[in-house]
């Protein structure tokens, strides 16, 4: 048998037939990390990173209903922002807060599924074409009566801490502010105690100089700084 006959660079030879990508790309899967708070999205062809829409994406705890759901703001972003097959969201501490807030969503692997909108991202290679118009492939829609299952789910295991809190003696309250959102079910008055100084000696009269808050005390809850 005698070689091929090899075919130069300066003279290439033009394709016969082109058929171009008509696919649209599908999510595939999906893994959240309530801990690190970071969001990780497979799909089964590279996507557009540049014009991608996180809010166009939605956290519920059911598949078939969004009726205890939340959608992503755009204050969570793609990092790093470079076309690919995965992509990786860091969760803004607004979403993650908020997310937190809902007692049935992302508690575990069996109440976290997510849908998404065409509008999140397109195909980086396919196009459609209409009436002389060019446009990318959009993505395949999640729908949210048929939300897709979480791969990978990692539970937050970071305890709460009290960044700062206020005392209003005249009125009687006092305000405890933490760096995330706290089960308000869990909470024990009596294990609060304030005290005059930072450091109390552990025995002689000073040891006792404190007050210790009682069952009697009562509480509300809120999101913001009010």
């Known amino acids: 048998a005698q070689p091929l006959v090899p075919i130069p660079t300066s003279n290439a030879t033009r394709v016969n ?17 309530m801990n690190d708070a970071k969001l990780r999205l497979v799909f089964d062809e590279p996507v557009n990173a540049t014009a991608f829409a996180v809010d166009q994406i939605t956290i519920q705890s059911e598949s078939t209903t ?3 759901s939340y959608t992503l703001s755009s204050e969570s972003v793609l990092s790093p922002r470079a076309h690919s097959t995965v992509l990786h969201i860091e969760i803004s501490k607004g979403d993650l807060d908020a997310m937190n807030e809902i007692a049935e969503l992302t508690m ?12 999140a991202t397109a195909d980086v290679f396919g196009w459609w074409e209409y ?12 729908d949210s009566t048929n939300a897709l299952a979480v791969r990978t789910f990692t539970t937050d295991t970071t305890s709460p801490n009290l960044n700062r809190y ?5 009125a009687g309250k006092l305000k405890l502010e933490f760096d995330e959102v706290v089960d308000v079910g869990a909470l024990d ?15 002689g009269d ?6 210790k808050l009682s069952n009697s005390s009562s509480y509300t809850t809120t999101t913001s700084d009010s």
């Open 17 to 33: 037939t082109w058929t171009g990508d008509g696919t649209q790309p599908n999510l595939i899967a999906f893994d959240l990390d």
């Open 66 to 68: 969004a009726s205890s």
């Open 108 to 119: 575990t692997a069996e109440s976290t599924f997510i849908s998404i909108t065409s509008d």
């Open 131 to 142: 009436n002389n118009t060019r446009a990318p492939l959009a993505l395949k829609a999640i």
């Open 166 to 170: 206020w005392i209003d003696m005249d």
């Open 189 to 203: 008055v009596t294990g609060i105690r304030l005290q005059y100084a930072k450091y109390l000696p552990t025995s």
């Open 206 to 211: 000073e040891a006792s100089e404190f007050l």
